[in-house]
């Protein structure tokens, strides 16, 4: 179960509160901005398989 705002919108494995179709047009909208973010920090800071503390 998922809730948001004190509202369930996801319970098991059903989305119950808004539009499934809107949600994957905005992801698919920011997904090409999110990998170039990853590949710039992937760039300055090397590898994110080992932690540094």
């Not at 119950?16 to 990998?35: E, H, T």
């Not at 090397?46 to 540094?52: E, F, N």
Request: proline share 2%; no cysteine; net charge positive.
């Amino acid at each position: 179960m998922t809730m948001v705002a004190g509202r369930i919108a996801v319970e098991n494995g059903q989305l119950l509160s808004g539009d499934l179709a809107q949600s994957i047009v905005q992801a698919n909208r920011a997904v090409p901005l999110l990998f170039e973010r990853r590949s710039e920090w992937l760039r300055q800071n090397g590898t994110i398989d080992a932690l540094r503390i």
